[in-house]
């Protein structure tokens, strides 16, 4: 046999013995892991609703949706079976210069849903790039109509996601610190959580001017600071007082959107409307990755001219993929159904059931609930919160050995279920959850 290249050459004896674990750990670099100290990755060989199948034999009841995507559960034959037609008519196109019926018809379907000011779709495919697009959009808007404005106002502990732009953004925390110097500079208010709107509101008024392009938040619930809540009351005033200053809103419904909030987007608990929505994860079921920005008709409008110059310089290899529409317009569907909206309701109210039985007991704080989201913080007082501290480990591992995926922020305990999880389902992860805490209870605080 010819052996010109003997290095380049794959060593076929590794991985062939070893187990999905060790294989994983060869080759792979995995997202948000201390490679050094993290346990070695569980082995998923299938998923079916709201339960994930181990490769040891283990099920895990998924009450994180897999990191907020899975709203319908796993393998959604619904899905699977609109995808695979797709998939034998057109998997993929260039989406310049071309364009193709499911993407066509997903925009059609989504716009009627969003607020009454959205008129286009943009695509991309995550949840970060459709921020980046949101804010491109904004500098872009404020550069062609000839009124460069360069700064952008957050909220405190926010995220947006790991792209550079998205990144800078979102608050600074240890996940950004290594980047800090290549971050474009973001004007800081707190988030208005009870006690703390006429603060955050003075903060914002001070900083508004007409230097100010664009003002994003994630609208009611921020999801990886902590699942930290806000009324819709003061983003209302949040937004109006921005207005004033003719600031761009950029709602990053990336989370929140798709039923999470209770509402079809978190967006229908305000009367306000933003000028841009950033919209992925929920999107396609979880299915596969897409990402959506919308905008008005005036910033679109900013953007046509014979200079070209004027164009949004943006696009993805993967851009509006035929398969990963086609999963977003089989996701409507099942959201829209009536089962799905009642299924919604019963979870909203179950947490509020479960959230009233627990509120009393010791080792929990700030109980708080938005829709399908109930969180609140483990600890007593003074024990240290952040994502770092053990009692995330702890609690982590105490509840998959129950069978519960869940994944706290740091001290933070969330429920954040797929639509399709049965009662029983949810008794279960109520009562690992109970479990936990007489647990934690037990333990001297030094231990944790
Ligand atoms: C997850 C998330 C993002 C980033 O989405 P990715 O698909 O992970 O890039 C952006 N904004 C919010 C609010 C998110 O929760």
Redesign the pocket.
């Known amino acids: 046999m010819m052996q010109a290249y003997p290095n380049n050459e794959p060593d076929r004896s590794v991985g062939v013995e070893t187990s999905l674990r060790e294989r994983d750990q060869a080759v792979i670099w995995h997202p948000f892991t201390q490679m050094q100290t993290a346990p070695l990755p569980i082995p998923i060989v299938r998923g079916e609703g709201a339960v994930l199948f181990s490769e040891d034999g283990n099920a895990y009841i998924d009450a994180v949706s897999s990191?907020?995507?899975t709203i319908h559960g796993h393998s959604h034959p619904y899905i699977a079976e609109r995808i695979y037609k797709q998939l034998q008519t057109l998997e993929h196109v260039i989406f310049a210069g071309f364009t193709h019926q499911p993407a066509i018809e997903l925009a059609e379907r989504l716009l009627p849903l969003l607020p009454n000011n959205q008129r286009k779709v943009f695509y991309s495919d995550?949840?970060?790039?459709?921020?980046e697009v949101a804010l491109k959009m904004a500098f872009q808007y404020w550069h062609n109509i000839g009124q460069p404005r360069r700064k952008v106002i957050a909220l405190e502990g926010?995220?947006?996601?790991?792209?550079f732009g998205?990144m800078a953004v979102s608050g600074r925390s240890a996940f950004t610190a290594p980047f800090v110097p290549f971050l474009f500079d973001v004007e800081y208010i707190p988030t208005p959580v009870a006690g703390q709107e006429q603060t955050a509101l003075d903060q914002l008024q001070a900083r508004l001017s007409d230097e100010v392009a664009a003002f994003i938040v994630?609208p009611l619930v921020?999801?990886?600071g902590g699942m930290v809540m806000y009324e819709p009351d003061v983003l209302d005033q949040f937004i109006s007082l921005a207005r004033r200053h003719g600031v761009l809103i950029i709602a990053?419904?990336?989370?929140?959107g798709f039923g999470r909030t209770g509402k079809l987007f978190a967006s229908y608990h305000l009367r306000e409307q933003p000028d841009l929505i950033?919209l992925?994860?929920g999107l396609t079921g979880g299915t596969m990755?897409l990402?959506v920005t919308t905008c008005t008709q005036e910033i679109y409008d900013a953007f046509l001219s014979e200079d070209r110059y004027k164009t949004l310089f943006h696009g993805h290899s993967f851009t509006a993929n035929p398969l990963a529409c086609t999963a977003a317009l089989a996701s409507l569907d099942l959201l829209l159904a009536d089962e799905t909206q009642a299924a919604i309701q019963r979870i909203v109210q179950r947490h509020a059931a479960f959230a009233e039985a627990l509120r009393q007991k010791p080792g929990i704080k700030n109980m708080r609930q938005r829709g399908t989201i109930l969180a609140f913080d483990l600890g007593a007082d003074g024990q240290t919160s952040s994502y770092f501290s053990t009692i995330r480990d702890v609690a982590y591992n105490f509840l998959l050995n129950e069978g519960v995926l869940m994944r706290p922020l740091g001290n933070v305990l969330y429920i954040f279920p797929p639509y399709c999880i049965t009662d029983e389902q949810l008794d279960t992860v109520y009562a690992a959850v109970e479990k936990l805490l007489k647990y934690l209870d037990q333990q001297p605080a030094s231990s944790l």
Do not use: I, P
Request: proline share 0%; net charge negative; glycine share 14%.
């Open positions: 990191w907020w995507v995550n949840g970060s790039t459709a921020v926010a995220y947006h996601g790991d792209t998205a994630e921020q999801g990886s990053d419904e990336v989370m929140t950033s992925s994860k990755a990402g």
